[in-house]
């Protein structure tokens, strides 16, 4: 299958692609405003991991809106795709917790992130394509054929 195609499909395997694009673009962010705020402005290291990830949580939001999911964001999406990663957040909390004991503190994360990864993206999808989150005003949530 050509890249091009498959990344701006309209299949479901498009849209995980393209949520895997957001993902490490977001990562990757995060981790440059990290080093940014740490080493050239010099904020210490919590705070500069707080504002990294709260810049790329942003970049993340409007991302996933137009490019991963082709709709417009609102605040209700906001609110969808805030509250789902607070739940993945959690999860993923707890099945490290689970998981130290079965494999070790050092590996514990993978496992997690293995069911957390699939589960944020169906979290996510449901806060940007339910008719729960769409505005008022909002009569075609995808906007994929005027963009």
Do not use: W
């Amino acid at each position: 299958m050509n890249l091009k195609k498959l990344i701006n499909g309209d299949s479901r395997l498009s849209e995980i692609v393209r949520f895997g694009m957001v993902g490490g673009i977001s990562t990757v962010l995060q981790y440059g405003f990290y080093v940014i705020f740490v080493n050239a402005v010099h904020v210490r290291a919590v705070p500069s991991s707080m504002i990294s990830y709260a810049l790329s949580f942003i970049v993340n939001f409007f991302l996933s809106s137009y490019f991963t999911f082709h709709t417009r964001p609102n605040a209700k999406k906001g609110l969808g795709f805030t509250l789902s990663h607070l739940f993945n957040m959690g999860l993923q909390t707890g099945l490290v917790a689970i998981f130290k004991g079965i494999v070790g503190p050092t590996l514990a994360l993978l496992p997690a992130l293995a069911i957390c990864i699939p589960v944020n993206y169906f979290l996510v999808r449901f806060a940007f394509t339910s008719r729960l989150f769409k505005s008022g005003k909002e009569k075609n949530p995808d906007i994929s054929k005027t963009l």
